[in-house]
């Protein structure tokens, strides 16, 4: 079983910056796969981010590309979120995700096998 806790959500102003972490326990962190998605109120869980154990492949939605940086630490079993320059339009709820199949581009929720609780990100304009 793995466990996945993000935090470092909050409230930002248009044009600011926020780091997301999630730290995760139980299983090999380190083979794992990891993505970050986010919800908005009445739409549906999109991806955000994801990058592979061992670093080599890195994805990104259009809409944070230039702007979201995800990055991970094996030895501390965490994954962060650099969003810069946000906009009202990431407002969301952002979720961390545990993939353990390395086959395929991992950017479809369904291909996703942990869960963390999600954290709030509000952007005022």
């Known amino acids: 079983q793995v466990q996945l806790v993000e935090s470092g959500g909050g409230l930002v102003q248009a044009g600011g910056s926020l780091r997301l972490s999630c730290a995760a326990s139980g299983r090999t962190f380190s083979s794992f796969t990891m993505g970050w998605f986010r919800q908005a109120p009445g739409k549906e869980r999109e991806f955000v981010a994801a990058?592979?154990?061992?670093?080599?492949?890195?994805y990104y939605a259009d809409s944070v590309k230039g702007r979201f940086t995800i990055s991970r630490d094996n030895a501390k079993k965490t994954v962060y979120l650099e969003m810069n320059s946000l906009k009202p339009e990431d407002t969301a709820a952002y979720y961390c995700?545990?993939?353990?199949?390395?086959?395929?581009?991992?950017?479809?929720?369904?291909?996703?096998?942990?869960w963390g609780q999600g954290t709030q990100v509000t952007v005022s304009s």
């Open positions: 990058i592979t154990w061992n670093v080599r492949n890195i």
């Open positions: 995700a545990a993939r353990i199949s390395t086959a395929g581009v991992p950017t479809a929720k369904e291909m996703y096998d942990y």
